[in-house]
């Protein structure tokens, strides 16, 4: 696999540097260089596989997984310590520069600070309001293109559902019932909705000439089904899916169990959707150092509910605390504990955190391609705070 990817992959590098706007002080040793941009130029290099978001799509659709080599690696300039995009020496194209230990420092550094300083980001997956009409919930879904923020400064076209990635998080409790009215303002795409997970009616099940017609531009589908089975469960689009799914049409659809007492006790939540395709890497739709920190205060029990909408499996690491898993896709089971746990596409796996131990402990995937490099840590990667 091929080190470096030559012009092409600077001139995105360049793009990226351009696109955001703070310079970051990092100390290196005993001297302080400014880097412009570098950590969200790198992480955006990273998170898109260093191309543009629509360039990890083929013609015939099917999104292609991320790079997980490097590419927009040959712009160190070693004789300055700072980067320098877009104009390089030709002949870094085809050498391997030697290992700069401070430049690589400071990109791990500076990364590191951005994330927790908690940039200002919005935020997808926030409960979803409903309105009651007839005794039934009703949720009003519109598919529509915006620009996302994956990671701080890069912005990617990503498909949504109201405006955000993931989508707003669907919760009712069992025996509810619920309607979905799904409007497509993709303007040049059909679309529909699955809910994965759901035990439901046939014709409610959202595959586009099995069970529906496609949901065209400017339509609206009403999906009326009565919440069955509780559990930690997604909805997401079942029409041209690899693409426009790890784009961003999925959400979680959370139904509370009736009986309290059926599932284990926890005293905080979190979902946390994974993702890999035309956004990157991602966490709820965010890459680091943009993703999310979860905290939680000495001897909480924390519930962390993995969903994985993307086209990889994904082991996921909690340093410091072993996880147990409770349930896996809805169906509570026999508890077991671990510190990974492998996530694969279409799984929902919950796991209780007993939060014994104070610090910040990293929380990432564990294939390290997803999630650190010599540039820094992005992608699949956030952490544990327990005050
Ligand atoms: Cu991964």
Not at 136 to 145: L, Q
Not at 175 to 188: E, F, I, M, S, Y
Request: proline residues 6%; charged residues 15%.
């Amino acid at each position: 696999m091929a080190k470096y990817a030559g012009l092409s992959r600077r001139r995105v590098l360049a793009g990226a540097l351009g696109a955001g706007g703070l310079g970051v002080l990092v100390a290196c040793g005993n001297q302080m260089n400014e880097i412009q941009n570098a950590p969200y130029a790198t992480n955006a290099a990273r998170n898109t596989g260093g191309t543009t978001a629509d360039a990890a799509v083929t013609t015939d659709g099917a999104a292609a997984p991320p790079a997980t080599s490097g590419s927009a690696v040959a712009t160190m300039d070693h004789t300055t310590g700072t980067q320098s995009a877009g104009t390089t020496n030709p002949a870094s194209a085809t050498a391997l520069p030697a290992k700069d230990w401070r430049m690589m420092n400071q990109m791990h550094e500076a990364g590191v600070k951005t994330f927790l300083a908690q940039p200002k980001t919005i935020r997808g997956g926030q409960r979803m309001e409903y309105t009651l009409q007839d005794g039934i919930k009703v949720f009003d879904v519109t598919a529509k293109k915006v620009q996302w923020e994956v990671t701080p400064g890069q912005m990617v076209e990503a498909y949504t559902y109201n405006g955000v990635v993931p989508g707003p998080e669907i919760r009712v409790t069992e025996g509810d019932k619920v309607r979905v009215r799904l409007t497509n303002d993709l303007g040049d795409e059909a679309t529909a909705i699955h809910f994965h997970g759901l035990l439901i009616p046939n014709a409610m099940d959202g595959v586009p000439f099995i069970t529906q017609p496609p949901v065209n531009p400017g339509e609206t589908f009403v999906y009326d089904f009565v919440a069955r089975n509780p559990g930690s469960h997604m909805y997401h689009s079942h029409l041209n899916s690899a693409f426009q799914v790890t784009k961003g049409l999925l959400g979680a659809f959370i139904i509370e169990p009736k009986d309290k007492g059926s599932y284990p006790a926890f005293d905080k939540e979190y979902t946390m959707i994974l993702g890999d395709g035309p956004l990157g890497y991602t966490l709820n739709g965010h890459g680091f150092p943009g993703t999310e920190v979860l905290t939680a205060n000495k001897g909480e029990r924390l519930l962390v509910r993995f969903m994985n909408e993307g086209l990889m499996i994904h082991p996921m690491h909690l340093h410091g605390m072993p996880m147990t898993v409770v349930a896996q896709d809805g169906y509570v089971n026999t508890p077991y504990r671990c510190d990974t746990v492998n996530v694969a596409p279409g799984q929902r796996i919950d796991v209780l955190v007993e939060c014994t131990e104070v610090g910040a402990w990293a929380f990432h995937c564990h294939i390290l391609a997803h999630a650190e490099s010599e540039m820094g840590m992005f992608g699949m990667v956030t952490a544990l705070i327990v005050n």
